[in-house]
């Protein structure tokens, strides 16, 4: 998935102090934000969207002159998973509600740390609705492969390469993900609160 960490860290970096700060400052700045990660998001997901539909082309494809049934399976299970991810993605997009100008502060702090908790919880999931279903493909593809080497009397080491090498590729994009993603997430949540939260205080 595309890494939004660099941007969100630097959210914040422009800030008003405390002291200087009047509440209405305050609502445009946490209105920025907001509508700032909103953007943040939305590049994500249309660049995202874009990859698996890419996939989906390249790997029907692939499919279509697959020699053998197994490798055919597969690489179509890897096709049908790009537009899994597509479709995933609207759908999760269209369950998020946008900013409302009117807020006052404190809403609009709230509506901030909700879209953190929902990134959260999207990339706490990564590993089934991302990961798994073209995994599962491409191991497919590969049992194929090693089967019709077999049968020919060709197996070999190498063919064991390609499933160590995508597991491993997917193993760290999970932990891109799960945990280097929501660890950052985490620290920026508990950082609006805590910004927000103590110049709303002295309010």
């Known amino acids: 998935m ?5 941007e969100l860290s630097e959210l914040w970096c422009s800030q008003p102090c405390a002291s200087a700060a009047t509440k209405e400052d305050l609502v445009r700045m946490v209105e920025k934000r907001t509508r700032q990660f909103d953007r943040f998001i939305l590049v994500r997901n249309v660049l995202e969207s874009i990859s ?73 999931s990564v590993k089934y609705w991302y990961l798994l279903p073209p995994w599962i493909g491409l191991l497919t593809g590969s049992a194929g492969v090693i089967l019709h ?22 193993t760290g994009v999970w932990w891109l993900n799960e945990v280097y993603g929501v660890a950052h997430l985490q620290a920026e949540r508990a950082r609006v609160l805590t910004i927000a939260g103590d110049h709303a205080e002295h309010l």
């Open 52 to 124: 698996a539909f890419a996939v989906t082309v390249i790997f029907a494809a692939m499919a279509a002159r697959a020699p053998d049934v197994l490798q055919r399976a597969g690489l179509l299970i890897v096709a049908a998973s790009g537009l899994w991810i597509i479709a995933f993605l609207l759908r999760y997009r269209r369950a998020s509600f946008p900013a409302d100008p009117s807020q006052e502060l404190s809403c609009y702090r709230r509506a901030l740390v909700e879209r953190y908790d929902r990134e959260i919880r999207l990339l706490k």
């Open 149 to 170: 080497a077999f049968r020919n009397g060709r197996l070999g080491w190498h063919d064991f390469i390609a499933p160590l090498i995508y597991t491993a590729f997917f």
């Open 2 to 6: 595309m890494d939004v960490n660099d």
